[in-house]
């Protein structure tokens, strides 16, 4: 049986916690930084846990992630 792929995408944007949580970068700071707040940006620093069901989606691009 060949092996299931990865998708390229997803290990690229995606982390799996070690209890098993899906990290990812906070969404909204690509462009358009004139129109957001400065609390806005302050707050979209660093990385977020996902929701469980975000979470089983990336799961099963994921494979062979724990």
């Known amino acids: 049986m060949p092996k299931m792929k990865t998708k390229s995408s997803v290990k ?3 982390k799996i916690s070690a209890t098993g949580k899906v990290i990812t970068t906070q969404s909204g700071k690509r462009h ?3 129109k957001r707040t400065n609390k806005f940006i ?6 977020s846990v996902m929701s469980a069901s975000d979470s089983k989606i990336i799961k099963g691009f994921m494979p062979y992630s724990r």
């Open 12 to 14: 690229k944007r995606f």
């Open 32 to 34: 358009g930084m004139i």
């Open 42 to 47: 302050r707050n979209a620093r660093g990385t």
